[in-house]
Structure formats: structure tokens, C-alpha cells
């Protein structure tokens, strides 16, 4: 398939899939361990891939939440992200889809700018988180909410559709931002 | 493309909930039957869940979506009002829930009413905590209301009194220039340039009379140094008219 679509399988009993996208092998695997030690009511999947499309050949199951991990350090990271964005439906972005950028807090290794980030998710409409993901306590907290994200993502939290939990997310926008 | 590393890993599944015990799937060996009925009841609850997600993405597959290919801020507009719209739903939804818990609220009150001890229970004392401070809200909206409707008055007659003076400063300055104009057309009027000319005229007349009676005197080959009377007469004739 060359381009990823949120509901063209049927889903799991109980299990939700998280797809991180991201450059950085190290950062993602350390992530996906961390969602996995999480406690969570339902089965989590974590699949992790360095950029879309996906190659076709292999059998998995329907992706629930999609999530973009971009280093600020890097820019290639922020390249490979932009490239893979392309390859994703649009109903993804209906609240099933997020950014995550890692490495805020180190100014002077910064290569991205963080407004860069965020005005890539204001014209995607989707929630921007950031942490460190190389810290134990941040990426142990991300990895929470993540999951908790993932779950109304699937469908397993009663009441909350991915799209409420989106309009929730959108934060209020500034204006000086606007003008960027 | 690129190598996809594929991680699956099943996460334990979690004591939370007291659903110790159950596996990801309802295959529990020996589980007890509690569990069972909370995993099952979860389970329904998801596949509700889900069930729902499917009914909205077919409804809005119906929708016929425009074929025209608008501009990028067309997009942009047209995307702010449908999460407008979106809000609108949920606030008007969490407003009726509301609502409606409170009708529950007050007929379960009504239906136990009998059952309160009216006197010394929590129940009264919340009640009457409660119309204390409505009355408290009640005036200081009241309050709040008359305060800014006197701050509304006050910049109504601060705008009468800015456009009044506006108008004044307005009057002075066409009266200024009408002075001025008035002044310039008097200066070219034909009256002073005739009146102008008559003097000039009225000058030459008198310079070429004293310049006569000078040579007079000085023709007349007196020594007019030496008397006073005719020394004021001829110094009196320098005098040049055109500066008076």
C-alpha cells in the first residue's frame, strides 16, 4: 500500500497499534520500551519505521495512532518526517495522528527551530507534544500519555472519539504566531 | 524503501480495575467468572466504541465533498468553521448533559424527600449555602451591571463634549481665515489703489513745490545760514515726503 489509511482493516480484539515514524532508531526503540512498561487496560502493538510508505509485503494490523518523532537536533530528522507526511491519508489527521518533537530543552544543539514544529502541526491540525525523550522521567511520562492517546485513539475508551480528544488538544493560538 | 524494523511485543496486561488475571484475549484458564464478566463487559463497551467510529466515517463518506479546487486560505477558512461547528456540538452536548443531571438530580431530591431528616442534616445546610451565595451572585451582578452602565453614560458624554469642542476649534479656524481673507482682499481693492495713487500723486506735487521754493531761496543769493527763521524754513524743505 503507498499510502497509509486509518480504518481499511478490521481491528483487533482488544489490541491498539501505535506507529512511530521517526530517523532516529535509538530514540524510537527507547520510546516503544517505554510505552510497553506502561500499564494499560488493553494489548499495545508499537511498530516502529523509519519513514512511509511502508512496504506492503508484510501482514500487520490496522494503525491506530500515528505518531511523528522529530529530533530538534537533527534536520534530517525533520526532512525524513516531512517526506514520510506525504504518504498518509487525510482522515489520519482527524485525530489520529500527532507530532512529537524531543530535544527542546538543549538550545545550543538545536538545528530546528521549535515553531518550525509547531506551525508543521497547526497546517497538519494536529497536537504537537514535546519531551525529552533521552531523560527516564519525560519519556516515561510521554510514553503514558501516549497510550492513554493511543487508547481513545482505538476506540477502547468509552464516550471519547479520537476527533474530541483532538478538538481538546488544539491549544489557543497566539497571535504572534499568526503572523509567522 | 527504507528497512522496517517491527517490534511486537504484547504489553502484561495490567492489575488495574481488578481485572487480575485475564489475558489479552478471552481465553482465561481457570480465570474467575467476575473477571470474565468485567473483561466481557469492557470488551462490548470498546466494540460499541469502535462500532461508532465506523457508522461516523461511513455517514461522512456520504457527504459529497466539492470537486472545485479552492485556494489554500479558502481551505484554511473553511476548516476553522467546521472545527467551529465541531465545539459548538460538544458544548451544546455537555450543556444538555448537564441539564439533564440536574433534572435527575432534583427528581431523585423530590422522590426522597420524606426520607431527610429536614433539620440537622448536611442536605440543608448545603442548600441554604448554596441560595446564600446565589443571592451574593445575584448582586454583585447587579452591581456590576448598573456600574457599567454609568461607565457607558460617562464615555457617552466624554465623546458629546470631545465632538462640541471639535466643532468650536472648527469655528474659530474659519473665522480666523475668513479675517485673513478678508484683510487680502481689502489690501487689492481698487478703492485703495486709487486712494494709493492720489497720494503719490499728492507727494510728487509737494517735493517738486519745495524743491521750487529751496531753489528760491538759494537763488535769491541770501545767506540763509545766518537767519533762524529762514534756516528752519530750508532744512524743513529736505525733508523727504515719501517717508512719512
Keep these: 500500500m503507498s499510502v497509509l489509511r486509518p480504518l481499511d ?33 488493553s494489548e499495545l502493538r508499537v511498530h516502529l519505521a523509519r519513514s512511509l510508505p511502508l512496504p506492503s509485503n508484510v501482514n500487520r494490523p490496522r ?29 489520519f489527521f482527524l485525530g489520529k495522528a500527532c507530532f512529537l518533537a524531543t530535544g527542546a530543552g538543549r538550545e545550543n544543539l538545536c538545528s530546528v527551530h521549535r515553531n518550525t514544529i509547531v506551525r508543521l502541526a497547526r497546517t497538519y491540525r494536529s497536537p504537537v507534544l514535546f519531551c525529552d ?47 509567522l | 524503501m527504507e528497512s522496517q524494523p517491527e517490534k511486537r511485543a504484547a504489553a502484561e496486561p495490567a492489575d488495574s480495575g481488578g481485572e487480575g488475571g485475564a489475558g489479552g484475549l478471552p481465553q482465561v484458564a481457570g480465570g474467575r467468572s467476575e473477571d470474565r464478566v468485567t473483561l466481557l463487559l469492557r470488551l462490548r463497551a470498546q466494540i460499541k466504541q469502535q462500532l461508532v467510529e ?7 463518506n456520504e457527504e459529497k465533498t466539492p470537486e472545485q479546487i479552492m485556494q489554500e486560505n479558502q481551505i484554511e477558512d473553511k476548516i476553522e468553521e467546521l472545527e467551529n461547528e465541531i465545539e459548538e456540538v460538544k458544548i451544546a452536548y455537555e450543556m444538555k448533559s448537564i441539564a439533564l443531571n440536574r433534572i435527575q438530580r432534583s427528581t431523585a431530591l423530590q422522590n426522597n424527600l420524606e426520607k431527610i431528616d429536614a433539620k440537622n442534616s448536611e442536605f440543608m445546610d448545603n442548600m441554604k449555602q448554596i441560595l446564600k451565595l446565589n ?20 464615555k457617552k458624554k466624554r465623546l458629546d463634549l470631545k465632538k462640541a469642542s471639535e466643532s468650536k476649534l472648527l469655528e474659530i479656524q474659519t473665522e480666523k481665515n475668513k479675517q485673513k481673507d478678508d484683510l487680502d482682499s481689502m489690501e487689492n481693492s481698487d478703492k485703495i489703489k486709487t486712494i494709493r495713487q492720489n497720494l503719490q500723486m499728492e507727494i510728487n506735487i509737494t517735493t517738486v513745490i519745495q524743491h521750487v521754493f529751496q531753489n528760491l531761496i538759494l537763488g535769491s543769493k541770501t545767506n540763509w545760514a545766518e537767519d533762524s527763521a529762514l534756516k528752519e524754513i530750508v532744512l524743513q524743505l529736505e525733508k523727504n515726503l515719501t517717508r512719512i
Design chain 2, 54 to 60: 465506523y457508522k461516523s466515517m461511513v455517514d461522512a
Design chain 2, 135 to 154: 443571592k451574593l451572585i445575584i448582586r454583585s451582578q447587579k452591581e456590576s451591571r448598573s456600574l457599567e452602565r454609568k461607565r457607558l453614560e460617562i
Design chain 1, 133 to 179: 525523550l533521552e531523560v527516564e522521567g519525560s519519556r516515561a511520562a510521554m510514553a503514558q500519555r501516549l497510550a492513554r492517546m493511543l487508547q481513545i485513539s482505538a476506540g477502547h475508551v468509552p464516550g471519547v472519539s479520537a476527533m474530541s480528544l483532538l478538538s481538546l488538544l488544539r491549544s489557543s493560538e497566539s497571535p504572534s504566531l499568526e503572523d
Design chain 1, 9 to 41: 482493516k478490521l481491528p483487533g480484539l482488544n489490541t491498539a497499534t501505535v506507529l512511530l515514524v521517526g530517523a532516529d532508531d535509538a530514540l524510537l526503540q527507547r520510546l516503544a520500551d517505554s510505552m510497553l512498561k506502561t500499564d494499560c487496560a
Design chain 1, 63 to 91: 494503525v491506530d495512532l500515528l505518531v511523528f518523532v522529530i529530533n530538534l537536533h537533527s534536520k534530517y530528522s525533520l526532512q525524513s518526517v516531512e517526506k514520510s507526511l506525504h504518504h498518509v491519508d487525510a482522515s
